[in-house]
């Protein structure tokens, strides 16, 4: 009896690292390829990436100046201490430790739609990199804040992994590509009656860049583009004319989507209506 109850006991145990181990995969797939936390959070020098996550990058915007956090496991100032709820409060609804409203650069309005597996996939992801211990400053508003920047979010379900469009919609969103490709209005909220229709300026030690029209137009967007011309452009930064795109586009991170993936994007993107 003794015995036949160790071993199911033994199973469980395995059961358990193996499903973590399924866990943390996941999570360090969506984190070096589509989602791209690091494409903000991990600081970029003249000689290349800096400690992963370790924060700094600056974001000087009209309503406030942010520095992107350091998101380390560092339990001083990093996010170590901080339980799951409170970093997937941060990343689904944009609030801080202290129930602060964290600058909207961290795409809460994208990030709100992360499943509840992903996001764990993602935690069990960032509480497992190498502790940094670098200071960044704190977020300065010069612009009133609303109460929130979305509902709040108790529970997303797992989206049907199967179905190209649905699942391209979703990788879409936790890639927040339309937070870059949709124009902004006055205010500076996005334009979501002209989804993908571009022309968002970026400028930076590049120069300056300019977000191209994505949405399915034949002439405007890449409604004529092929399959290979949408992936080349998104996995190598090269344009259909041969032309190599500028950051803050992630294209290193986006390299390492699966084809299944980049399949089921494709298949969202050619859907999205055509916008000038
Ligand atoms: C477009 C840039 C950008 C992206 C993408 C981004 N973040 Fe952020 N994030 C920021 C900035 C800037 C701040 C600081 C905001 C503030 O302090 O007001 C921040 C703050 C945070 C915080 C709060 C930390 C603290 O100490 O208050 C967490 C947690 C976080 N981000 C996690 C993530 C994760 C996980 C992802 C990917 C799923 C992500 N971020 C993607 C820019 C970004
Ligand atoms: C942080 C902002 C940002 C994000 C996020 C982003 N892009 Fe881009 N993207 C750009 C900019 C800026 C360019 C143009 C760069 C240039 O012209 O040098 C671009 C270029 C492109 C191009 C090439 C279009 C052309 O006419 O050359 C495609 C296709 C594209 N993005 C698709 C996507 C998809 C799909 C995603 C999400 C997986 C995404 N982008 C995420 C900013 C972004």
Not at 218 to 225: A, M, N, Q, S, V
Request: charged content about 20%; aromatic content about 8%; some cysteine.
């Amino acid at each position: 009896m003794r015995t036949v109850l160790l071993a199911v006991a033994g199973l469980a145990a395995t059961g358990g690292s193996v499903q973590a181990d399924e866990l943390l995969d996941r999570g360090a797939y969506l984190m070096n390829t589509i989602v791209a936390c690091g494409n903000c959070h991990t600081p970029m020098g003249p000689e290349g990436p800096g400690p992963e996550l370790a924060g700094g990058l600056p974001f000087e915007l009209p309503g406030f100046t942010s520095y992107a956090a350091n998101i380390t496991p560092d339990p001083e100032i990093g996010i170590g201490d901080w339980s799951d709820e409170e970093i997937g409060r941060a990343i689904r609804e944009g609030i801080g430790r202290d129930g602060e409203l964290l600058a909207p650069v961290m795409p809460a309005e994208f990030y709100q739609h992360l499943s509840d597996r992903d996001l764990a996939a993602i935690i069990a992801y960032l509480r497992q990199v190498e502790p940094v211990v670098s200071a960044v400053p704190e977020t300065k508003f010069k612009m009133e804040l609303p109460p929130a920047w979305v509902e709040p979010v108790a529970s997303v379900p797992e989206p049907d992994h199967d179905d190209p469009v649905a699942y391209g919609a979703y990788l879409a969103e936790i890639g927040h590509c339309m937070e870059c490709h949709t124009p902004r209005d006055d205010q500076g909220h996005l334009d979501f009656d002209r989804l993908g229709a571009g022309g968002q300026v970026f400028p930076g030690p590049w120069g300056e860049s300019a977000s191209p029209n994505i949405t399915s137009h034949p002439k405007l967007g890449i409604g004529e583009w092929s399959d290979a011309e949408i992936k080349r452009a998104i996995t190598q930064g090269i344009s259909r004319n041969g032309q190599k795109l500028q950051p803050p586009m992630g294209y290193a991170y986006y390299a390492g989507i699966s084809d299944k993936d980049m399949d089921a994007l494709i298949a969202w993107l050619r859907r999205v209506p055509p916008a000038e």
